[in-house]
């Protein structure tokens, strides 16, 4: 059974750091894409970052780049998203995703792209 399990959320001042973790069971990171996703209240779900298959190839939202990194272990079978320099607009739950791409390597921000979804962490950036 696959499963993606979030952690790491929580409340920080402005100018903080968190990171959070999506462990992921029932499969190998090495061949699925994944995403990092948030949604704020009264708003909709927007992707953050992503990772190939490969761990190769990455990107992130422009609200984010330069603040927000995401790595992987793959013996832990664990992908990351450090946040640093965290704004009260990142407050949202945050959500890791994967999707399959047994083909060429693939890193989208589209969270129809994804079939597999975490729980969600919460992140609240407030003083």
């Known amino acids: 059974q696959l499963q993606l399990v979030e952690s790491g959320g929580g409340l920080v001042q402005p100018g903080g750091s968190l990171r959070l973790s999506c462990a992921a069971s029932g499969f190998a990171l090495g061949y699925y894409a994944i995403g990092w996703f948030r949604q704020a209240p009264g708003k909709e779900r927007e992707g953050v970052s992503c990772?190939?298959?490969?761990?190769?190839?990455?990107n992130y939202a422009d609200s984010v780049k330069g603040r927000f990194t995401i790595s992987r272990d793959i013996a832990k079978n664990t992908v990351y998203l450090q946040m640093n320099s965290l704004k009260p607009e990142d407050t949202a739950i945050y959500y890791c995703?994967?999707?399959?791409?047994?083909?060429?390597?693939?890193?989208?921000?589209?969270?129809?792209?994804?079939?597999?979804w975490g729980q969600g962490t919460q992140v609240t950036v407030s003083s």
């Open positions: 995703a994967a999707v399959f791409t047994p083909f060429q390597p693939m890193c989208t921000m589209t969270a129809s792209g994804f079939h597999y």
């Open positions: 990772m190939d298959k490969s761990g190769g190839n990455t």
